[in-house]
């Protein structure tokens, strides 16, 4: 596992965003882990987190691209801490661009805030954790008839790597619907073998049987 994939794991637990024990998901699912990337909302943690998802995008994707789109509402900060991290850290100068829920009918009208996008824009999605990929697939619908650039990847703080309504997850679905890529900054098998290190069990307070509920959960949810 990559240096900065430990790093983010660890940064999570840190921040509690990660946290263990029994959550009912909007599916009615009992999970034994539950991530919220809302929680990072202090000025430290939102750039370590676009620091996160820089490195994801230049790791991960090697044609160029225009724009960082971050989906209405938690892709927008998300959005902007990345390309603010892609240009100190990495020098790469790109712009930001995120969808309003509603149109505006005065001023700068329209859906879209920051760029303005056209067909020749390549764009990043970035987004928290993909359940059953709508926010993806409502800025898909955005993004056709505003501007219509073409969407290169989408980045995700966490796979889940869970069945969705059938036996594929949601961003496999997606994935092989469209032939857009996408690029998890860890997944939860990641996450599972980090955990697998009894010192980093120790550090965070979390007991070698929350691994085994894990895999229990993966084995009744999961997909490869």
Known sequence: ???????????????????????TLKSGRLSPYFLNTGMLHTGESINKLGSFYASTITDNLKTPFTAIFGPAYKGIPLAIATVNALYHEQKINVH?????????????MGLIV??????????????????????????????EKNGNPKLEAVIVSVDRMEKGTGEKSAIQEISESTGISFFPIVTIIDIME?????QAR?????DKSMLTKMEEYRVKYGVA
């Open 202 to 206: 120790e550090k965070h307070g979390i």
């Open 1 to 23: 596992m990559k240096a900065y994939k430990k790093e983010f794991i660890d940064f999570l637990l840190e921040m509690k965003s990660l946290k263990f024990g029994e959550f």
């Open 96 to 108: 930001y661009s995120f969808n309003r829920k509603e149109a505006k009918d005065h001023g700068d």
């Open 194 to 198: 980090f955990l697998k290190e009894e």
């Open 114 to 143: 920051g760029k303005s996008l056209t067909s020749e824009d390549r764009i990043v999605l970035v987004d928290d954790v993909i359940t059953a990929g709508t926010a993806v697939r409502e800025s898909m619908e955005i993004l």
